[in-house]
């Protein structure tokens, strides 16, 4: 394989495309859900369904292409989903009900999910030198805030100048440039562990454990946590899960391998991930909400907001990479984790009806500063943990483990604002006199009672979001291991299992 610089960073360019469009097209849909909704003729809560079948088909995929990748070869993994998200995109920007949106978005998580396991695996056995390696792991890992970012700064000019079919069209082009830099720069790489059966019912059983998981925790709110729905969830999830666990500990070429988590590494680099990205998404949801609802800003104004978190992300992403092995990796993960913890409590500070444009996007630069700067060392402790050749699978799990926590975070942010907001009414109201007769000045009061109660509530939030990160940062002192080790021998990790 060529090992020079340039082809190595043309490898980094390319994944970066496949995982940029694969993310963008998950936010840039939020985005045109309400006229997609009212093209389609449905209500919002079954519109809801394009974005939640896309969440749930991405999340129940990811484990089982990071297996494949390492079985039978990433880059024939990497393409194959490439190219079926290319033709799905392209029959979803053409759909012609409801049903056939909903079939062809599944297709599209289906095939978007090949990507973050195998472009990991791909970065790995491309770049050699550990240095190098954390870089362009860092890098990469810019990709994912962009995407978040960009998502509605080109999802809000293409709907009002065309239509929300544009938004999925857009991938063709893209994608097809992708594709050809695939196909040009990419070499093929296998796990040489022998392969002697896919697991098919360890992918079946975790499978229904996480769709169930991430159903429950979209719909959990609306459904009530202890309605028959939930219930029903909870029951699935127990069963599938301990179905799970009995395949797998004894399978040969399990889909989960459990030795992973006999690495102390490698469990307290996961945890410290899930309660990052928990209390993250979990804040970051809120923040385009707060700024239409209480300051009247249009979706592109709210999308403008977000430039500042993109670049602060890519620009601390590759620093922290530098400093891989001349800093002890806990500590620059510690630090990530605590600036995150504060870019998210300031927002309890600074944010009221009367905020204006800075008050969200210091904390949101901040927040995504710090959260990048650890990053890489995050990603690069994950692959050093576990085997060379099983680098897709413990990446699969990394991803499953964030996009899991995701769900977390909105689903709690969720609960607490009405929860909080319900309970603040109350209290507010008995605390409060109106003087007043006319219903229209009583009217204009109740309404204030509630906006301070929301306020309140979106506050609070920030406090408990920023308190689960605080955690984590300290937390994150106590992990052991080296982010640029992969100096072992093909089948032993890096960090020696305990």
Do not use: C
């Not at 859900?33 to 939640?52: E, Q, R, Y």
Request: charged residues 10%.
């Amino acid at each position: 394989m060529k090992n020079n610089s340039n082809f190595e960073w043309l490898v980094l360019a390319t994944v970066i495309i496949g995982t940029f469009l694969g993310r963008l097209d998950q936010t840039i849909v939020n985005l045109a859900l309400p006229k997609m909704i009212s093209d389609f003729g449905v209500s919002v809560s079954t519109g809801g369904w394009i974005a939640t079948a896309y969440i749930i088909a991405n999340a129940v995929f990811v484990p089982v292409w990071g297996k494949l990748g390492d079985s039978i070869g990433r880059k024939k993994v990497y393409i194959l989903g490439f190219l079926i998200f290319i033709i799905s995109s392209v029959f979803a920007g053409l759909a012609w009900n409801f049903s056939s949106m909903i079939v062809f978005r599944v297709i599209q998580a289906i095939a978007s999910s090949a990507d973050y396991p195998t472009a990991m695996a791909i970065l790995a056995v491309t770049f050699t030198d550990p240095k190098k390696r954390a870089q362009a792991l860092g890098i990469w890992s810019s990709a994912f805030a962009a995407s978040a970012v960009l998502g509605p700064l080109i999802g809000g000019p293409l709907i009002d100048l065309f239509n929300w079919r544009a938004v999925f069209l857009l991938n063709l082009p893209v994608g097809l440039i992708g594709l050809a830099m695939a196909l040009a720069f990419v070499h093929e790489s296998v796990s040489e562990k022998k392969v002697y059966r896919f697991d098919w019912w360890g992918a079946v059983t975790l499978g229904g454990a996480l769709a169930s998981l991430v159903l429950l925790l979209d719909k959990g709110t609306d459904w009530g946590w202890m309605s028959g729905n939930s219930i029903l969830s909870y029951v699935i999830i127990a069963v599938f899960s301990a179905a799970f666990y009995l395949i797998e500990r004894d399978h040969e070429d399990a889909i989960v391998d459990f030795k992973f988590f006999k690495s102390s590494t490698f469990n307290t680099v996961l945890a410290n991930n899930f309660i990052v990205f928990m209390g993250m998404m979990g804040s970051v949801f809120l923040i385009p909400i707060f700024a239409q609802t209480f300051l009247g800003m249009s979706a592109t104004e709210a999308g403008y907001l977000f430039i500042p978190m993109a670049a602060g992300f890519m620009v601390s992403a590759p620093l922290g990479g530098r400093l891989i092995g001349r800093v002890k990796p806990s500590y620059i993960i510690a630090l990530s984790t605590f600036g995150a913890g504060v870019g998210i409590f300031l927002f309890s500070m600074l944010l009221d009806p009367r905020s204006g444009t800075l008050d969200i996007v210091i904390p949101l630069s901040i927040m995504a500063f710090s959260l990048g700067f650890g990053m890489a060392q995050r990603t690069s402790m994950v692959t050093n943990s576990v085997p060379t050749e099983e680098v897709g699978v413990a990446s699969s799990i990394l991803a499953l483990a964030r996009n899991i926590a995701g769900a977390f975070g909105i689903a709690l942010s969720g609960t607490l604002i009405k929860n909080i907001s319900t309970n603040k009414v109350i209290e507010i109201a008995q605390n409060s006199s109106i003087n007043a007769t006319s219903p229209t000045d009583i009217g204009q009061a109740i309404g204030l009672i509630e906006l301070k109660a929301q306020v309140a509530a979106y506050a609070t939030v920030f406090e408990v979001s920023a308190v689960i990160v605080l955690i984590g940062a300290i937390a994150a002192l106590w992990i052991k291991g080296n982010a640029s080790a992969f100096s072992h021998k093909k089948g032993e990790p890096a960090v020696m299992l305990e």
